[in-house]
């Protein structure tokens, strides 16, 4: 990594630039190397200027959100990671238009909408992570998902900041239709005014039903697998076997067997080891192809140069 670029980005943006940053801090799995930085620009500006300069010395980057639906590999992220921390205004209005920037966190913008009598999200509560992965991984739950609510999405695409209406995004299971190298910045939901109380009922109700079911006993990142069209990926996985099995430090949860934890000391290198042989052995079973929701960046360990360190 040119150490030259790195300096010129700590100069040219405002914001905090963390040299040599290990992910595994800013992953829920908590496993992942390094990147060769982590840049938290403070606004908008310093965001195009970030990619400006990234993208003309042909420096990889990588939009990181709460990190909860994101595997790291051991090498880490030969790149910069933009991390939208500074990104974390919501704003509701008095005729319940609502804004809210891609860093902040999806939880607390939820508990918000209920106190405003704003219902459409509540059903999402307790989904780790940020407005913007939310947005990205068109998280849902229950009978809700992300992309319903929303109206219009600021995207930064090249240098450019537009507002694109939610059509566009083409919002599917788990999946959202954005062109590579594509920032969203910012949300505009659409949401029906409803009983605070009852948002409030059906807020705890939820709460409380995911500490229970999702009591697996260890750091993960929720569903490693979509459920595969008219099935659901827990029953394959545990019809297959792989409940409470594992590789290295990395097991497939006995409560719910589409979550791995990592049981201590786990490497990305076990997870993902894991995750194919899940994939392999389901396929062999069954027929059915599993696909993973987790996105899996970064280089494995021994990729990694050795002059960048371990
Ligand atoms: C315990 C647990 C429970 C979970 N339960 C659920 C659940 O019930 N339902 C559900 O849908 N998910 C669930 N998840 C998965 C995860 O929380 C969601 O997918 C969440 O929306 C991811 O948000 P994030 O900010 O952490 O995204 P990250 O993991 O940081 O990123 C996910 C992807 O989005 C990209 N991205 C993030 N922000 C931006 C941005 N601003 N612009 C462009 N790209 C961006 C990243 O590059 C990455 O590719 C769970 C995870 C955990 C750990």
Redesign the pocket.
Same mark, same amino acid.
């Given at each position: 990594m040119d150490r030259a670029l790195l300096d010129e980005l700590a100069r040219r943006c405002r914001g905090s630039l963390l040299r040599d940053e290990p992910l595994w801090r800013h992953t829920?799995w908590q496993v992942g190397g390094p990147a060769a930085a982590l840049l938290r620009p403070a606004n908008h500006v310093d965001l195009v200027k970030a990619v400006r300069l990234l993208d003309a010395a042909g420096c990889p980057w990588?939009?990181?959100?709460?990190?909860?639906?994101?595997l790291v590999r051991d090498g880490g992220f030969p790149g910069v990671v933009l991390d939208?921390h500074a990104f974390n205004a919501v704003r509701i209005g008095a005729d319940g238009l609502v804004e809210a920037e891609?860093g902040a966190r999806?939880n607390s913008l939820i508990k918000q909408l209920v106190t405003a009598g704003l219902g459409g999200l509540e059903e999402?509560a307790g989904?780790?992570? +940020?407005v913007?992965?939310?947005l990205?991984?068109n998280?849902?739950?229950g009978s809700q998902e992300f992309g319903r609510a929303v109206d219009e999405v600021e995207i930064l695409s090249g240098e450019t900041f537009d507002w694109r209406p939610a059509a566009a995004l083409a919002f599917g299971y788990?999946h959202s239709e954005?062109n590579p190298g594509?920032?969203? +910045?910012a949300v505009r939901l659409r949401l029906a005014n409803d009983d605070p109380e009852l948002l409030q009922a059906t807020y705890a109700e939820r709460m409380n039903h995911?500490r229970q079911a999702?009591a697996v006993g260890g750091p993960?990142?929720?569903?490693v697998f979509k459920n595969p069209p008219g099935k659901r990926a827990w029953e394959l996985i545990a019809g297959c076997g792989w409940q409470g099995r594992g590789i290295g430090g990395a097991r497939a949860s006995e409560r719910h067997a589409n979550f791995i934890i990592n049981t201590g000391g786990a490497m990305a290198a076990d997870i993902e080891s894991l995750i194919e042989a899940i994939r392999a052995d389901v396929l062999r079973q069954t027929g059915v192809l599993l696909e993973t929701?987790v996105?899996i960046?970064g280089v494995p360990a021994a990729a990694r140069p050795a002059s960048e360190g371990a």
């Open positions: 829920s990588l939009v990181l959100g709460g990190g909860s639906n994101l939208l891609a999806l999402l989904i780790p992570g +940020t913007g992965g939310a990205v991984m998280a849902g739950a788990r954005l594509e920032i969203v +910045t995911r999702h993960s990142a929720g569903s929701e996105k960046v």
